[in-house]
Every structure is written in C-alpha cells, then in structure tokens.
C-alpha cells in the first residue's frame, strides 16, 4: 500500500473504484447500467496436484469479482514456468483446471500469457460485470451490523502442514474442498440483502480483511473467536506451531490496530490471522437481516455460513477479537 500511495493518482469521471481503498477489484463505468469489473491473482503452488492447483488458483481470482457484487465474464491465464524441471504435461493439468472452475462460473478463457521462470506461478485475470449502482465495496460496515462468513478458514495452516507432512489427508481434502469451491452462490444470494460491505477473506486472514472494512466507517468490528467455522484439524497444527510466515507479517501488522480479549485461545487467534487461499465471503448487513442470509445460504449448499461477529460505535481500535 505504502507503493501505491507513492504512484500518481489516475483520476478519470467514470472510475467507480480505484486504488485509494483495499478493494477487491477496480471499477470502471462505460455505461449509466453497466461497469466492469477488474482483478488478477496468481500464486505459487499450495497443493501436489496440478490440476486441482489450476481449480484453486482460478476460483481464487474469480472470487474478487463476486466480492464485488458482480459476474465474471471473461479470464486470462497468467502462467510462470520453469524450463527443463517440470514437463508441459503439468502445465496443461493446471491449465485444464483453471478451465474448469472458469466454466463452472460462466466464465469464457480468451487468451493469457506465459514467461520462463525459475517457481511455477499460475492465476487468472478475470473481467466481470455489474450495474455501476449496484456495486458492494470492502468498506461502508455501519453500526448494528452482523458480520456473516461463508467458508470456514484454516487453510493455510493446512496446506503448510502438508508441506511439512503433518497434515492428516482428512483435513487436506476439506481444505481443498473449500479452496476449489466458488463464490458464485453466496455473492448471488447476498446481493438480494442490504448489504453495507463484503471481502473475500485471501491473503491478509480474516482479522486484515475485517479491519480493512472497519476502516473510514467510525466502527469497531467485534468478532468472536468462538463462532469463527474451522477446517478440521486447523487449530490442533496451530497449536503444534504448524503456521505461516504470512501469518507472521499479518501478526506483526496487526499489533497495534486489533485488541485481542485474553480469553481468546492462542490457536485461535493463529487461525483468525491466517492468510487464506480461495476463502469466503464476509459479508456486513444489518443485524436484523442476517439471519435470514445465513437461512438462504444453508440452504443453497453454503453449509459453513455463520454469524461471527457485528459493529459497535469506535471503542478506541477498529478491532476486537473477544
């Protein structure tokens, strides 16, 4: 972010969303009824499985779009490779999963790009679409709002016990099972509620993105760690100091801006703060609303939803983990 800040400003009239907040995708308006939706993600590998490495990384830059309140329409791939130690045969299994999850989403692959390097990337650059008064930002959480997650989280401390062989193959297919699953269904359901903000929760965990909504709105966000949904076996390799090092810079971040109740049980706090491939939505509406939210989502098939925290008058930090 400190980069960014440094980068001059492109202001332009039809810009509905650019780069002065977090958001999960940029914005830009072509019509009264119509913007599109921009965003690009790519990784290195987290599973041993090309092709579900291709399912994950694609339903992971596909979900900034349904974040955003909008439809995927269009991806690039984006594709590193190294030449001479892995085969081309790799290569089309992550291609043929990225495509996968692109079609279970309605989305067209038109093209990409790949380069020689010396780590195995692979992601997508997705082009959605939205009604430019439709469109849902990361931040604008108000008072009295619910705070509703739709995945469950631990999956990077999952995926680096099974780097290090500590990860049960129970716990690995539910990581996976998540990862691979699209936003598609929660963005679709929560677009006929008011909400107030949404973040898909990646790279920052839980706590970064919940903060990054708490930010401008005068509000404390208040989450309770014994509602968070957790992946089998998450918090028992937390507690065997099985973490990330992303989790460590989301650590050291945080410090200062989130205030952890001591109650708060250690392996906990490292699942809340661990960064997430592919993770749910987190969604802020009006409390009255989100009871219902999670009614509809349990029954269209998003089993994990849950009610995890809401929205109080600034109590001296933008966040509380109780």
Same mark, same amino acid.
């Given at each position: ?10 202001? &332009? ?36 499985? @090309?092709? #579900?490495?291709?399912?994950? !990384?694609?339903?992971?830059? %596909?979900?900034? $779009? ?5 439809? @995927? ?20 299994? $992550?291609? +043929?999963?990225? !495509? /996968?999850?692109? !079609? ?15 780590? %195995?990337?692979?992601? =997508?650059?997705?082009?959605? #679409?939205? &009604? ?14 619910? *705070? ?14 099974? +780097? ?10 539910? !990581?996976?099972?998540? =990862? ?32 990054? =909504? ?25 507690? &065997? ?17 989130? $205030? ?9 706090? /490292? ?13 802020? *509406? ?7 939210? #999670? ?11 849950? $009610? ?15």
């Amino acid at each position: 972010m400190h980069v960014l800040h440094s980068l001059p400003r492109f202001d &332009h009239v039809d810009v509905i969303v650019g780069t002065e907040w977090s958001d999960d995708a940029g914005v830009f308006r072509l019509r009264e009824d119509l913007a599109i939706v921009n965003t690009v993600d790519f990784f290195t590998p987290i599973v041993d499985d @090309p092709y #579900v490495f291709g399912q994950i !990384a694609a339903a992971n830059a %596909l979900s900034d $779009i349904y974040a955003m309140g909008a439809d @995927p329409k269009t991806a690039l791939n984006i594709v590193a490779f190294p030449k001479g130690t892995l085969t081309l045969d790799i290569l089309g299994e $992550i291609l +043929k999963g990225g !495509a /996968e999850r692109a !079609a279970a989403a309605g989305t067209v692959v038109i093209g990409g790009h790949s380069i020689i390097d010396a780590e %195995l990337k692979y992601g =997508m650059a997705v082009t959605g #679409v939205v &009604h430019p008064g439709r469109v849902i930002r990361n931040i604008g959480v108000q008072v009295d709002d619910a *705070l509703v997650l739709t995945k469950p989280l631990g999956t990077g401390i999952i995926t680096t016990g099974l +780097k290090k062989r500590r990860a049960s193959p129970r716990s690995v297919r539910a !990581a996976v099972a998540s =990862m691979v699953a699209l936003n598609d269904t929660a963005s679709t359901t929560m677009r006929r509620f008011p909400v107030h903000a949404c973040s898909d929760v990646t790279g920052y965990g839980l706590l970064g993105h919940a903060l990054e =909504m708490a930010g401008g709105g005068g509000v404390t966000i208040v989450l309770k760690s014994r509602r968070l949904p957790v992946l089998a076996s998450a918090t028992q390799l937390a507690a &065997h100091g099985v973490l990330t090092s992303g989790g460590r810079r989301n650590r050291t971040y945080l410090k200062d801006k989130v $205030i952890v109740d001591p109650s708060v049980k250690v392996p906990l706090l /490292e699942v809340a703060l661990d960064p997430q491939t592919s993770g749910g939505l987190l969604i802020a *509406l009006p409390k009255a609303d989100a009871p219902e939210l #999670v009614k509809e989502l349990h029954a269209a098939g998003v089993k994990a939803t849950t $009610i995890i925290g809401y929205a109080t008058p600034f109590e001296g930090a933008p966040m509380r983990l109780v």
